[in-house]
T-cell receptor, first 112, second 111 residues
Framework: LAKTTQPISMDSYEGQEVNITCSHNNIATNDYITWYQQFPSQGPRFIIQGYKTKVTNEVASLFIPADRKSSTLSLPRVSLSDTAVYYCLVGDDRAAGNKLTFGGGTRVLVKP | ETGVTQSPTHLIKTRGQQVTLRCSSQSGHNTVSWYQQALGQGPQFIFQYYREEENGRGNFPPRFSGLQFPNYSSELNVNALELDDSALYLC??????????FGSGTRLTVV
């Protein structure tokens, strides 16, 4: 299973764009990149998933370079409610028996 | 809102006791996984079930066991509780790809 490395914490201000980069040098051909958000005492919430290039949904964008050895989650115009821990996961969750492997995550603090 | 419901939300047990945690998944979600999350850590994979069969297990001892039922519900059983078992236990389900849906968890405290 590919291991991920992401910053421990990041601070930002309301209205700014937050970019969190995750390194996954040994990503496998079948692996997808998935990001989850977690608030205290709640379960992680799926944000976005991608395989290559760029994926965008109503809450975030995911940028994946051609070599797929890293990815960047972009949160546009954050608000105080975006303060949470963000996890980058790499794996093929489409395959039976494949587990999600969480790292330590990135603690994002959005300040007023 | 989440389609995965866990019960109870909080639980206090004494060391050496046994506990059963329950999870109700969304209809059609044939895959269910259980995770243990200690304070300040990322969730750690316990095991996964697919169509009522265990098909993946993390680095947890046999006293952690589970069941998945045809009605998309599942259980996590922990025997001989230890103080270090105190954690948030998360259930996650998936229809088979595209992301997992997590419940809000059960906060277990072992005293």
């Amino acid at each position: 299973l590919a291991k991920t490395t992401q910053p421990i914490s990041m601070d930002s201000y309301e209205g700014q764009e937050v970019n969190i980069t995750c390194s996954h040098n040994n990503i496998a051909t079948n692996d997808y990149i998935t990001w989850y958000q977690q608030f205290p005492s709640q379960g992680p919430r799926f944000i976005i998933q991608g395989y290559k290039t760029k994926v965008t949904n109503e809450v975030a964008s995911l940028f994946i370079p051609a070599d797929r050895k890293s990815s960047t989650l972009s949160l546009p115009r954050v608000s105080l409610s975006d303060t949470a821990v963000y996890y980058c996961l790499v794996g093929d969750d489409r395959a039976a028996g494949n587990k999600l492997t969480f790292g330590g995550g990135t603690r994002v603090l959005v300040k007023p | 809102e989440t389609g995965v419901t866990q019960s109870p939300t909080h639980l206090i047990k004494t060391r050496g006791q046994q506990v059963t945690l329950r999870c109700s998944s969304q209809s059609g979600h044939n895959t269910v996984s259980w995770y243990q999350q200690a304070l300040g850590q990322g969730p750690q994979f316990i095991f996964q079930y697919y169509r009522e069969e265990e098909n993946g297990r993390g680095n947890f001892p046999p006293r952690f066991s589970g069941l998945q039922f045809p009605n998309y519900s599942s259980e996590l059983n922990v025997n001989a509780l230890e103080l270090d078992d105190s954690a948030l236990y998360l259930c996650a389900s998936s229809p088979g790809g595209g992301g997992y849906t997590f419940g809000s968890g059960t906060r277990l405290t072992v005293v």
